[in-house]
């Protein structure tokens, strides 16, 4: 049999749903996964060969069976440990590795990268990353925290793990990024909105959506005069985005246990001293 090159669109969710069942009925049939996971079986078992040749399962004759490393995924899920469900498929799953590689590269840039630009790297080192994979890829690590996507552009980096970043950086790249977004508006002192200048810094410095919170309520308690706050309508624009942030929870099922994935387009203010706020000015 000629081994395929590319990688079967398999999502995070069908990957802990088919270890799951593996551990529950140990011998596992395209019959059995068709039937739970109500899809064909010609779908059943391309999941199943896309989920063997990521390392957690093994096949004999037509059926295919758990092994350790099957019961060390499902315990990283139970425990929602993401960073270590992302080491698993570094170090076992070649198209999840590549993809990384890609972003690894590009991480002192400061912009991110499109699914586009992905595919078309990925095609320079001759990786068999079509743009379905790129796709499905993205949507794995954005939910397991490993990358982000500018909710407004849709570019995507990597996520640094330290918050060692300096006030005084941060504060030259919040004052830049401040700057550009509200002349770009044919004004110079306005309100501009805080959601929006989060997407663009985190994408600049390639931090986590939540330290960009914590380190932007620090610089504005120590430079207040000079960085002014606003409150919103509750109908205010500043909350909506154009592209929704995507997360992962843990789903328990009386059969079978599962992923429940979500997306939010409603972007969070910043919340000081228990009051929340949408806009932000640099004086």
């Given at each position: 049999?000629?081994k ?29 996964v ?60 070649h ?101 929006l200048?989060?997407?663009h810094?985190?994408?600049?410095l ?8 914590k ?69």
């Amino acid at each position: 049999m000629i081994k395929r090159k590319t990688m079967r669109p398999v999502t995070l969710r069908r990957v802990i749903e088919i270890c799951s069942l593996a551990l529950k009925n140990r011998h596992l049939d395209v019959k059995i996964v068709s039937e739970k996971l109500n899809t064909s079986r010609l779908r059943a078992k391309e999941i199943l060969l896309e989920v063997e040749r990521m390392g957690l399962l093994v096949s004999s004759r037509d059926f295919w069976i758990p092994n350790d490393r099957t019961n060390e995924l499902i315990e990283y899920f139970e425990k929602e440990n993401w960073r270590e469900i992302h080491r698993y498929f570094l170090n076992h799953y070649h198209f999840y590795r590549e993809f990384i590689r890609i972003l690894q590269d590009c991480v002192t840039s400061e912009k991110g990268l499109s699914l586009d630009e992905i595919k078309r790297e990925g095609e320079k080192r001759k990786i068999n990353l079509n743009r379905t994979a790129v796709e499905v890829l993205s949507d794995w690590c954005e939910r397991l925290g490993i990358i982000q996507r500018n909710l407004y552009t849709g570019k995507i980096y990597l996520v640094r793990n330290d918050e060692s970043l300096s006030l005084e950086d941060f504060l030259k790249d919040l004052t830049d990024i401040y700057r550009r977004l509200s002349l770009s508006r044919w004004q110079k002192e306005i309100f501009v909105e805080i959601p929006l200048i989060r997407e663009h810094l985190c994408e600049r410095l390639k931090i986590s959506r939540t330290t960009f919170n914590k380190i932007l309520k620090r610089v504005y308690l120590n430079n207040i005069g000079r960085i002014e706050l606003s409150g919103a309508p509750i109908t205010t624009l500043a909350k909506k985005s154009p592209l929704r942030e995507k997360r992962i929870k843990l789903l328990r099922r009386e059969i079978i246990m599962s992923t429940q994935l979500s997306s939010q387009k409603e972007r969070e203010g910043i919340t000081v001293n228990k009051k929340t706020y949408y806009y932000l000015a640099i004086h």
